[in-house]
Structures are given as structure tokens and as C-alpha cells.
């Protein structure tokens, strides 16, 4: 797998963002990269490789927004563009991770290297939200915006 510099440093900027609390970015810091050596002692594989195949599989295409039409309320089916997408991604991995207890760097660590195999919380939600895309496909032509 090719990894371009530039694109990995700003996606693990934006992902250390995202785990930043209050402005703590130091310490979000020092969890992701706590979080990619536990990946490091795990799989015994670069981690940034692990990190970004993480991203890409939960990684949904497409989500539902409720639109009122006529007194129903529909869920349409619209797609993603790349950067929605990769936050989205971001935002579940982390969610996941929060959900466990215990140390938020190891279970960073394990939902990456879950993700990664295509398994774990990130990926079902992702999964989950495609199914629900699939089954509206019907309603797209709601889709104005």
C-alpha cells in the first residue's frame, strides 16, 4: 500500500483533533501516539499502514438525512464526498473506543487493528448505514439538496 506523506500527516492531524478534549492537544497527542505503539507491540506492522486501512474500511460512501415531505419524514440516501466521509470514519473509531472501558490509548490500539481486519464497531456501523441507504434507495429522487 502507497501512502502519500502529505495525506497521512493531515489525516492523523485531523484524527489527533478529534480526540483533543478542551484544547488538550498534547495530551490527544500523546494518546494517538501511545495508541499506535500498542498497535506496533500488536500486529508487529508499520501502524500508520494499520491506521490509514482502518480509516478506508469504515470508511461509509453514502448516509441518510430526514427530509419532511407531506407529513412523512423520509430517510434519503445521499452520497459522501472524501472529507465527510474520513470524519465520519473518525468519529465512529473513536466512539467505539470511548465505549470500552479502560485505557483510551488501548482501546484505540484494538478498534484500529479491528477495523483494519474489517471487524469491530466502526466497520457494523458503517455496514449498518448502508443497509439503511440501500433499503431507501427508492426515495433518492427526494434529494434536492
Do not use: C
Amino acid at each position: 500500500m502507497v501512502l502519500e506523506k502529505k495525506k497521512v500527516m493531515y489525516l492523523m492531524r485531523k484524527f489527533v483533533n478529534h480526540i483533543m478534549i478542551d484544547g488538550k492537544k498534547r495530551k490527544a497527542e500523546r494518546v494517538f501516539e501511545k495508541s499506535l505503539f500498542f498497535v506496533k507491540l500488536k500486529e508487529r506492522q508499520n501502524p500508520v499502514v494499520i491506521f490509514f486501512k482502518a480509516l478506508n474500511l469504515s470508511k461509509p460512501f453514502v448516509e441518510v438525512r430526514s427530509v419532511r415531505r407531506g407529513g412523512a419524514t423520509y430517510q434519503i440516501p445521499v452520497p459522501l464526498k472524501e472529507k465527510r466521509a474520513i470524519s465520519l470514519s473518525m468519529k465512529w473509531i473513536l466512539q467505539a473506543a470511548k465505549k470500552k472501558k479502560g485505557i483510551l490509548s488501548l482501546n484505540l490500539a484494538n478498534i484500529l487493528v479491528e477495523a483494519s481486519k474489517n471487524q469491530g464497531d466502526s466497520v457494523k456501523k458503517k455496514e449498518s448505514i448502508h443497509l439503511t441507504a440501500l433499503k431507501n434507495r427508492s426515495l433518492t429522487h427526494f434529494r434536492w439538496f
